[in-house]
């Protein structure tokens, strides 16, 4: 069993950033790929990015590339989502996940979940 936990959400203008972090405690953190997700009211659950076990390769969903950076510290049992230049269609619950294996990017390949972070852009 992995418990997740995100936090770094909040309220932010646009053009603004936000860290998010997500801290995990369980199973041994370096064995699984880790996935950052965000859900809009009325939309699906849809896929951020994602990073492998050793943080050498990342994903990025094409409305995120460029702004935001995905990336973590097995030390701490942490991945981090570094998100800037944001705008207000980036307003959602963020969410992130752990599978073992690969890094993926549908959000039914992962086997754990956190509670989510709401993070809301202001135009």
């Known amino acids: 069993q992995v418990t997740l936990v995100e936090s770094g959400g909040g309220l932010v203008q646009a053009g603004g950033s936000l860290r998010l972090s997500c801290a995990a405690s369980?199973?041994?953190?370096?064995?699984?790929?880790m996935g950052w997700f965000r859900q809009a009211p009325g939309k699906e659950r849809e896929f951020v990015a994602a990073?492998?076990?050793?943080?050498?390769?990342?994903g990025y969903a094409g409305s995120v590339k460029g702004r935001f950076t995905i990336s973590r510290d097995n030390a701490k049992n942490t991945v981090y989502l570094q998100m800037n230049s944001l705008k207000p269609e980036d307003t959602a619950v963020y969410y992130c996940?752990?599978?073992?294996?690969?890094?993926?990017?549908?959000?039914?390949?992962?086997?754990?979940w956190g509670q989510g972070t709401q993070v809301t852009v202001s135009s």
């Open positions: 369980g199973r041994t953190f370096s064995n699984y790929a």
């Open positions: 996940a752990a599978r073992r294996g690969a890094p993926n990017s549908s959000r039914r390949l992962y086997d754990y």
């Open positions: 990073i492998d076990w050793s943080g050498a390769n990342t």
